[in-house]
């Protein structure tokens, strides 16, 4: 969806709208997207889709990988437009997707989190939306491994994988430790960070999807790309 939206504003601006007609087409877009949210029982969240096509080729529910992206538009709109009803679509589809707190079965939480919740709360303080900003971290802190310095991406038997992708997941523990002031969630995102810097990078700066580790010694296994990069 994010990919799509982006596409969608750089045809515009090749042919010369500007930022405020941008910003003024995705507002009626996602009015459209939002009365479907509400007409689907707040289930309704956008996966992915074509600028060819009318409709979303596929959604997702509140358990979606994607599913924070909607929120973070709304936030963005909202940001763009404060309006009441700009806030009132933002806070309902905001709400539904605080359940991926709770995951510690993948590292994508951070993202789907701080989309919506982070932005959220950066406009509004909502102490609420802090706390699932924490309880997302405390998720995303299961996931790390000391002895390899990273948090696990995929979940699989045969090691301990870490995908460049993981990098985006990173800002929840830094802000979990801002505002916390726990050191904890900040080291474990330093070290992640590092470590992907001194092993995810080949020499020409282009950088491998996948660093496998042995999850007992923290030895690298082997690097590949599934996934393009």
């Keep these: ?14 042919h ?5 007609d941008i910003m003024k087409y995705a507002s ?3 009015s459209i997207v939002y009365e479907q949210f509400l007409n689907s029982s707040e289930e309704y969240y956008p996966y ?3 600028p060819l096509e009318e409709k979303w080729a596929a959604t997702t529910g509140t358990t979606g990988w994607t599913s924070g992206f909607t929120p973070g538009v709304f936030w963005n709109i909202f940001e763009y437009n404060f309006t009441n009803p700009n806030l009132r679509a933002a806070l309902d589809v905001t709400g539904p997707t605080a359940g991926y707190s709770n995951r510690t079965d993948t590292d994508d939480v951070s993202f789907t989190i701080m989309c919506g919740f982070g932005n959220g709360y950066r406009l509004t ?12 971290a405390r998720s995303l802190s299961t996931r790390y491994s000391p002895a390899v310095r990273c948090t696990r991406s995929w979940d699989s038997e045969v090691g301990f994988l870490v995908n460049i992708d993981n990098m985006m997941d990173l800002e929840i523990l830094f802000e979990a430790s801002n505002q916390t002031n726990n050191q904890t969630y900040y080291n474990m995102a330093w070290q992640h960070a590092n470590r992907t810097m001194y092993e995810q990078f080949r020499p020409d700066n282009g950088t491998f999807h996948f660093v496998e580790y042995n999850e007992t010694d923290g030895s690298v296994v082997r690097k590949y790309t599934a996934q393009g990069q």
Aim: net charge neutral; no cysteine; charged share 5%.
């Design 16 to 20: 010369g709208v500007t930022s405020y």
């Design 28 to 30: 009626i877009q996602y």
């Design 1 to 14: 969806m994010a990919g799509l939206f982006l596409l969608t504003s750089l045809l515009l601006v090749f």
């Design 48 to 50: 992915y889709g074509s």
């Design 125 to 136: 303080k909502h102490p609420g939306y802090l706390e699932v900003i924490l309880n997302g």
